[in-house]
T-cell receptor, first 113, second 116 residues
Framework: AQKVTQAQTEISVVEKEDVTLDCVYETRDTTYYLFWYKQPPSGELVFLIRRNSFDEQNEISGRYSWNFQKSTSSFNFTITASQVVDSAVYFC??????????FGAGTRLTVKP | DTEVTQTPKHLVMGMTNKKSLKCEQHMGHRAMYWYKQKAKKPPELMFV???????INESVPSRFSPECPNSSLLNLHLHALQPEDSALYLC???????????????FGPGTRLTVL
């Protein structure tokens, strides 16, 4: 089965706190891609990162960082020093043989001033 | 530029109406997608076009009819919809037209559809 689990439905933090969004995936494929998207209230899905199954290197982009661990089938996303503008729904997604993606249920992040 | 545009932003229609949603991209992408997203749910794939040909139809009811007139345009024709079809309809595109899911999908802002 191809599945993405985002166990955290909602997270609320105060500005400047660090926050980690969890993503656990299941797949039988050896070649697959993992993504994170941000969906602000406006509705558009904004691409954040793509990682292929052969590249376990962690990635940092400004205040964002991603930790990919095949041993635990996890692809977690950390926002450092969160800001109000980070408030959104964040989706983790798995893409495999076909041209579609399986999205997790999403985590709604609220950053309070 | 990773822009995908969608029109209209909002649409209200009755169950007997016929309407169309439009999606456009000028990034030279060869695959285009329609997704449906209900409130507080993740997007669900409806259709995939690859090199202007329909390659995936996720068992979508025939009241939704996709069309890809050219490589930059994707339409979704709506007819005899039900109130439960009310949702955010998202269009996306990705670069390659091959068989593997190797490409990043870039999404438009969506059309919020309400069926009365």
């Amino acid at each position: 089965a191809q599945k993405v689990t985002q166990a955290q439905t909602e997270i609320s933090v105060v500005e400047k706190e660090d926050v980690t969004l969890d993503c656990v995936y299941e797949t039988r494929d050896t070649t697959y891609y993992l993504f994170w998207y941000k969906q602000p209230p406006s509705g558009e899905l904004v691409f954040l990162i793509r990682r292929n199954s052969f590249d376990e290197q962690n990635e940092i982009s400004g205040r964002y960082s991603w930790n990919f661990q095949k041993s635990t089938s996890s692809f977690n996303f950390t926002i450092t020093a969160s800001q109000v503008v980070d408030s959104a729904v964040y989706f983790c997604a798995l893409s495999f043989r076909r041209r579609d993606m399986r999205f997790g249920a999403g985590t709604r992040l609220t950053v309070k001033p | 530029d990773t822009e995908v545009t969608q029109t209209p932003k909002h649409l209200v229609m009755g169950m007997t109406n016929k309407k169309s949603l439009k999606c456009e991209q000028h990034m030279g992408h060869r695959a285009m997608y329609w997704y449906k997203q209900k409130a507080k749910k993740p997007p669900e794939l409806m259709f995939v076009y690859s090199y202007e040909k329909l390659s995936i139809n996720e068992s979508v009811p025939s009241r939704f009819s996709p069309e890809c007139p050219n490589s930059s345009l994707l339409n979704l024709h709506l007819h005899a919809l039900q109130p439960e079809d009310s949702a955010l309809y998202l269009c996306a595109s990705s670069q390659g037209g091959g068989g593997l899911a190797t490409d990043t999908q870039y999404f438009g802002p969506g059309t919020r559809l309400t069926v009365l």
